[in-house]
């Protein structure tokens, strides 16, 4: 058994290390501003010509545009704006290119110095999967290495956002920098079989994690508790690794985290230590996040690589609403209050702070799971819940302003410009980026809907606790706003299964601690519980 003080200071060293991530820091970088640099569009750059430049400059892979396709005229357009292109909302007419570019055809390099050289896909017209990487080389201006972009977080992996800011002769935060790298284009190789593999395994990697949790709680494992856990330590551990090869990235997903999450079950027998591991994983992915992005980025969990790059994507952010939310509920009955409202704060800030990508989608819906969760687990009035959602929305918001008021590239600029047309503009988006995309791949989505209803509805019929119904309708919230504000239903429908069934055998055994009635402010402010009986041991 944990002891309490013990306890108290794990749960403060979490609360710090949410502090540290959002105060104010300072980049390190080399950045190297100077005069007016030349842009070389290519059709091919070969493996020759790639190690030539590599010996004259820094190089690295170049994500071509935002979205599952492209094409020739899209990135080009995006390239010189530095700005996403929407070409049927007319944004090529409206943004003006900040930069120009020279186009070379065929593979005859010219000698340049300083000058950046991009190669771009060939098919002009036709759209195409946005699913590989091109080569970009900077000659000239210092620049030797790896390319590392502020925006990508991933050394060797380049925006095609990144050319125009590098290209400018005025200083940006959001242009590319370079780091040393004796063996850069070897590098380079490993980096697009990595984000390839992993791409491709995404979903995947998802459904089995799924059906893993699924049997779980079929058999009633109390692993079931600790499965989603174990599956993000050894997704950090794949990216740590660097592995590329499926067939062990799918072994380790599956086998990896089945013998991880019942050696865990066997470890964290007591509310206290699946306290400290829940509070763990989350402060372990925060710290990996500002100190290792690739490790968090490039592993089957990680965002892909062509819509975000690193931070909390749509199939982390669902995944950590397990740990996030049931943490929630341990340190309610553990702490109280105090406890309940240091552990959300936590999660809102690593959900929320642009170091850690800016997720606003989760942190919407992880704001009103967790006012959900705190009206049932202190049975509150409607004021009460409308008093945490109001909490839970100020504390986004100050931790968006926060991030908008520092330079450099922001996942949610683009929403707060405008003084809320923004907003308005990313609101009418859902539509054609989230709800027709799902309409379209109906017969993917809908059996998943229905698999993630009915495991919602077997885990709380078997529900044994009133804490764990508390749990199961949070979670349920969370998955319902999820897939109303972010733009990848298939991810959050699977990752929604698997944790479903990690809460479906949920039972903390700690005595919840009651809210004291005396308080005048709790109960101005509807916070007062009401009276129920005490809750029954678990079975």
């Known amino acids: 058994m944990v002891r309490r003080s013990r306890l108290l200071l794990s749960l403060g060293v979490f609360a710090a290390v949410a502090v540290a991530l959002v105060a104010p820091g300072t980049a390190g970088a080399r950045l190297n501003p100077g005069a007016q640099t030349r842009v070389i569009v290519v059709d091919h750059i070969s493996d020759g010509a790639f190690a030539a430049l590599a010996r004259r400059g820094a190089v690295g892979l170049l994500r071509p545009g935002v979205g599952a396709t492209t094409n020739r005229r899209q990135a080009f357009a995006e390239l010189v704006r530095g700005a996403e292109v929407k070409a049927r909302a007319g944004t090529v007419g409206r943004v003006r290119p900040r930069i120009g570019a020279e186009v070379e055809r065929g593979d005859r390099l010219p000698a340049c110095n300083p000058c950046i050289v991009v190669e771009l896909p060939t098919a002009r017209d036709r759209m195409v999967p946005n699913d590989d990487l091109f080569r970009i080389a900077v000659i000239g201006k210092g620049y030797h290495g790896l390319l590392t972009s502020p925006r990508t977080r991933i050394p060797g992996l380049v925006s095609v956002f990144d050319v125009a800011p590098t290209a400018l002769p005025s200083y940006s935060a959001s242009a590319l920098s370079w780091r040393p790298a004796s063996h850069a284009v070897e590098s380079l190789a ?43 330590l050894v997704n950090l551990f794949l990216g740590a690794t660097q592995i590329s090869n499926e067939v062990l990235l799918i072994a380790a997903i599956s086998a990896g985290t089945a013998a991880l999450a019942f050696a865990l079950a066997r470890l964290c027998r007591s509310d206290d230590a699946l306290l400290l591991l ?26 892909t690589q062509n819509s975000r790059f690193w931070g909390i994507g749509n199939q982390l952010e669902v995944l950590l609403f397990a740990p996030l939310l049931a943490g929630a509920v341990i340190a309610q009955r553990r702490f109280g ?17 642009n170091r850690l990508g800016a997720d606003g989608g989760g942190a919407i819906a992880l704001g009103v799971a967790l006012a959900v969760l705190g009206w049932r687990l202190f049975r509150l009035r409607l004021s009460g819940f409308v008093a945490l959602l109001a909490s839970a929305a100020l504390g986004v918001l100050w931790l968006v302003s926060r991030g908008l008021a520092d330079p450099g590239p922001n996942h949610l600029r ?19 980026l989230s709800y027709v995309p799902a309409l379209h791949a109906w017969t993917m989505v809908v059996p998943l809907l229905l698999v993630c209803v009915a495991t919602f509805a077997v885990a709380w019929r078997r529900a044994a606790a009133r804490s764990s ?31 479903l069934g990690a809460a479906a055998h949920f039972a903390p055994t700690s005595v919840p601690v009651r809210l004291r009635e005396r308080v005048p402010l709790l109960r101005r402010v509807g916070l007062t519980p009401e009276a129920v009986a005490p809750e029954p041991p678990p079975s």
């Not at 209050?337 to 702070?353: R, S």
């Not at 349920?476 to 299964?497: C, K, Q, R």
């Open 190 to 232: 490993s980096l697009d079989q990595q984000v390839g593999a992993n791409d491709r395994l995404k979903f995947p990697a998802l459904c089995i994690l799924a059906g893993l949790l699924l049997l779980l709680a079929l058999f009633a494992f109390r692993a079931a508790v600790t499965a989603v856990p174990a599956a993000l």
């Open 469 to 499: 119904t508390d749990l199961l309708l949070a979670l349920g919230v969370a998955l319902v706003t999820s897939l109303l504000v972010n733009d990848s239903a298939a991810y959050e429908l699977a990752g929604g299964i698997a944790v």
């Open 414 to 432: 683009h929403a707060f410009f405008g003084n809320g047309a923004g907003l308005l503009k990313t609101l009418e988006s859902l539509v054609p």
């Open 337 to 353: 209050l105090g406890g309940f409202l240091a552990f959300g704060c936590l999660g809102l800030a690593v959900m929320t702070d």
């Open 278 to 303: 829940f509070g763990g994983v989350v402060a372990l992915y925060a710290v990996a996040m500002v100190v290792r992005p690739e490790w968090q980025a490039i592993n089957p969990f990680g965002p």
